[in-house]
């Protein structure tokens, strides 16, 4: 059985060290990463950060959530030296957990825009991301969709596709309108567009974007990155038609949330750690992970015209300090709406 334990263990976090030329003078500096962010493209960023720096960069991944549960069950042992997770919720959770430090750096304070950094200095975003609408318009009436909150309205009766409740995207969302329209007026807007739902919900965004394409559903709610990887083809033609036969629906202003780092509590490389987030929050580090993920960086919106075409947005100023303090009430009210 332990050894069962181990297998699936290893299958699910894998460890790279980004082989990279040392300067021949540098001391043996290193930094050890854990990740939630789940791409491939982030190694080509640390890999120049190594290049610049001669510090090595390893790097552990793993889904978001399972590595604040690895975080606390290792505790003081833990190798970790920078965290990076994806989500409002998951990055304060971490804070709230003790398991990041808080640091001084002009740099980031810098780069990184009020809203999107904590004022006790833990964590600091790296990447924006947009939470969209994606609708068929042979399905539901476009036009009549322009805010979360037109999914409650009784006309989308068995039209609405949501991802599960344990789902932080969802969470910090329902966060974001608890501060956006207060309590009273998001749980009505849960209990209306709940009861619109299509049943099951959703393990990932991806499949409910191939569900409005199929008209399983009329409407869903998506990270807008998704949609355009589909598009670009990163996932294989048949998503990419898929994604084609959809229209995303940006409201006004939008959801923005983020995905973020800090250094470890118990870091024993905490100089290199800083470093290197300073470089990932850079105009040139940002860019570096938000291109090729089709996220926006920190400070301007991705270039590719697959983003482009999703049209323009305006974050709606919620900070992600606030969508963190929401999320346990947020959770309740989920689950009291019956989003399961
Ligand atoms: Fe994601």
Same mark, same amino acid.
């Given at each position: 059985?332990?050894?069962? #334990?181990?297998?699936?263990? &290893?299958?699910?976090?894998?460890?790279? %060290?980004?082989?990279?030329? $040392?300067?021949?003078?540098?001391?043996?500096?290193?930094? #050890?990463? =854990?990740?939630?962010?789940?791409?491939?493209?982030?190694?080509?960023?640390?890999?120049?950060?190594? /290049? !610049?720096?001669?510090?090595?960069?390893?790097?552990? !991944?793993?889904?978001?959530? &399972?590595?604040?549960?690895?975080?606390?069950?290792?505790?003081?042992?833990?190798?970790?030296?920078? $965290?990076?997770?994806?989500?409002?919720?998951?990055?304060?959770?971490?804070?709230? @957990?003790?398991?990041?430090?808080?640091?001084?750096? &002009?740099?980031? /304070?810098?780069?990184?825009?009020?809203?999107? #950094?904590?004022?006790? #200095? *833990?964590?600091?975003?790296?990447?924006?991301?947009?939470?969209?609408?994606?609708?068929?318009?042979?399905?539901?009436?476009?036009?009549?969709?322009?805010? =979360?909150?037109?999914?409650?309205?009784?006309? %989308?009766?068995?039209?609405?596709?949501?991802?599960?409740?344990?789902?932080?995207?969802?969470?910090?969302?329902?966060?974001?309108?608890?501060?956006?329209? +207060? *309590?009273?007026?998001?749980?009505?807007?849960?209990?209306?567009?709940?009861?619109?739902?299509?049943?099951?919900?959703?393990?990932?965004?991806?499949? $409910?974007?191939?569900?409005?394409?199929?008209?399983?559903?009329?409407?869903?709610?998506?990270?807008?990155? =998704?949609?355009?990887?589909?598009? @670009?083809?990163?996932?294989?033609?048949?998503?990419?038609?898929?994604?084609?036969?959809?229209?995303?629906?940006?409201?006004?202003?939008?959801?923005?949330?983020?995905?973020?780092?800090?250094?470890?509590? =118990?870091?024993?490389?905490?100089?290199?750690?800083?470093?290197? %987030? /300073?470089?990932?929050?850079?105009? *040139?580090?940002?860019?570096?992970?938000?291109?090729?993920?089709?996220?926006?960086?920190?400070? *301007?919106?991705?270039?590719?015209?697959?983003?482009?075409?999703? +049209?323009?947005?305006?974050?709606?100023?919620?900070?992600? /300090?606030?969508?963190?303090?929401?999320?346990?009430?947020?959770?309740?009210?989920?689950?009291?709406?019956?989003?399961?």
């Amino acid at each position: 059985m332990q050894k069962l #334990k181990k297998i699936i263990f &290893s299958v699910f976090t894998c460890t790279f %060290l980004l082989n990279v030329n $040392i300067p021949a003078n540098s001391t043996e500096k290193e930094v #050890k990463v =854990y990740s939630g962010r789940h791409y491939n493209t982030d190694r080509s960023v640390f890999k120049k950060f190594a /290049e !610049e720096t001669g510090i090595k960069v390893r790097l552990i !991944e793993a889904a978001g959530i &399972s590595l604040i549960e690895r975080m606390k069950r290792e505790g003081k042992n833990s190798q970790a030296d920078l $965290i990076l997770l994806v989500d409002a919720a998951r990055i304060t959770n971490a804070a709230k @957990a003790g398991l990041l430090q808080s640091i001084e750096s &002009s740099n980031l /304070e810098n780069d990184v825009p009020v809203g999107l #950094k904590d004022p006790g #200095k *833990e964590w600091y975003a790296l990447t924006r991301r947009v939470r969209v609408m994606i609708a068929n318009p042979k399905v539901v009436d476009v036009s009549k969709i322009n805010d =979360y909150t037109d999914l409650a309205d009784p006309s %989308l009766k068995g039209k609405v596709c949501l991802r599960n409740r344990k789902s932080p995207y969802n969470q910090s969302l329902v966060a974001n309108q608890l501060i956006n329209k +207060g *309590e009273l007026a998001t749980k009505a807007w849960l209990s209306g567009m709940i009861s619109n739902v299509s049943k099951p919900f959703f393990p990932g965004d991806i499949a $409910i974007i191939r569900a409005v394409s199929k008209k399983k559903c009329g409407v869903g709610i998506v990270n807008h990155y =998704y949609v355009a990887r589909m598009l @670009a083809g990163v996932n294989g033609r048949r998503d990419a038609l898929y994604a084609k036969k959809t229209e995303v629906l940006t409201p006004n202003p939008a959801h923005v949330n983020i995905s973020a780092g800090g250094v470890a509590k =118990y870091a024993t490389n905490k100089n290199e750690a800083i470093q290197l %987030l /300073e470089f990932l929050a850079s105009s *040139e580090g940002s860019k570096g992970l938000a291109a090729p993920t089709f996220e926006h960086p920190l400070k *301007e919106v991705n270039q590719n015209q697959i983003v482009k075409n999703f +049209g323009e947005f305006t974050p709606d100023g919620v900070t992600v /300090e606030e969508l963190g303090e929401k999320n346990s009430l947020a959770i309740r009210l989920m689950k009291d709406a019956g989003w399961n």
